[in-house]
């Protein structure tokens, strides 16, 4: 561990790889928080010694998951505001941009609510898969505005994420009903939409989410259920657009099973992949604070906020 990063950087970092800090904006708040943290408590004399304590901040941050598109996203928006040429200046820089990228986050998120609403109508059920708050804030703003809404929710194995979907849908007020994993093609008969949030949303519209998101999206199409993503622009790849490709991260084997089980079954190997990607033909909409989108054109949207290529500003130069 680089000894220049801020303990309480080390903490956010550890937190967001053991999945303690979960969900794309969860993270992304997380790390311009521990951004803002290290250039605060920075004792840099000189402007170089502070860029390079927050770049390795940043690289610290980055390396604990790959596939969250959000995290980059939100160390490019913070690190790209460092313009400044004296160490008081650029603190105040990142300060700045931190605190400008949570209040717009805040913000993005009650937005998508708003947009994803319009898309449920009063007396729909839905089916979730894992847990997003970008989801939930689409059936947030439709109770808000009067409708009733029923909910699906797969456990979403081995974390069960879907836990947490149902007990804050239940804090709703929307009635719940829990199910395992592969019945989901059973119920899709009696669901209206399927609504699931994103990890990562590449340039040609598919979209990278909790393994099993794609099976279910197969599932629908074949039932004829729409599929709605709600995604924040920040879950946006941009690096997708010059073909780079989203690694999919694989997660540790005992979250699936112990080495005294695996043991007794022969050793055999287990395979843990975190996401799995959605071809957008299953893909009906991809919902954004800046509205709803077809997945085929979300590369429009990509090209009016990131240009046609990014940066990596937590490399050293």
Not at 50 to 64: K, P
Not at 78 to 92: A, D, H, P
Request: aromatic share 4%.
């Amino acid at each position: 561990m680089d000894e220049r990063v801020h303990p309480e950087v080390r903490r956010i970092a550890d937190e967001i790889d053991t999945m303690e800090i979960r969900g794309a904006a969860t993270i992304a708040d997380a790390v311009a928080r521990a951004l803002r943290t290290q250039a605060q408590e920075s004792d840099a004399t000189d402007p170089e010694t502070f860029r390079g304590e927050l770049r390795a901040a940043a690289r610290t941050l980055y390396e604990t998951r790959p596939t969250a598109v959000s995290l980059p996203n939100a160390l490019r928006y913070v690190l790209r505001g460092m313009s400044s040429t004296t160490v008081e200046g650029l603190r105040q820089n990142v300060v700045d941009s931190a605190d400008e990228f949570c209040a717009r986050l805040e913000r993005a998120q009650s937005d998508l609510g708003q947009v994803g609403a319009n898309r449920l109508r009063d007396g729909d059920v839905i089916m979730t898969h894992c847990h997003s708050t970008d989801a939930l804030a689409c059936v947030e703003a439709a109770v808000e505005q009067g409708k009733h809404i029923e909910a699906i929710v797969k456990e979403t194995r081995p974390r069960n994420q879907g836990h947490i979907t149902a007990r804050e849908l239940h804090e709703m007020g929307v009635p719940v009903t829990l199910i395992v994993d592969s019945a989901a093609r059973r119920y899709l008969n009696d669901v209206d939409h399927v609504l699931v949030g994103a990890d990562a949303v590449a340039a040609d519209g598919s979209v990278i989410n909790k393994i099993g998101t794609s099976g279910l999206a197969v599932n629908a199409r074949d039932r004829g259920t729409p599929i709605m993503v709600a995604a924040q622009t920040l879950k946006l790849h941009p690096g997708t657009m010059t073909g780079h490709t989203v690694d999919i991260e694989m997660r540790d084997t005992e979250e699936i099973i112990d080495d005294e089980t695996l043991a007794e079954l022969g050793n055999p190997t287990v395979k843990n992949p975190a996401f799995d990607v959605t071809p957008p033909r299953y893909v009906d909409a991809i919902v954004t604070e800046r509205g709803q989108f077809p997945p085929e054109s979300i590369v429009i949207l990509m090209r009016e906020l990131f240009g046609e290529g990014t940066t990596e500003p937590w490399v050293e130069p």
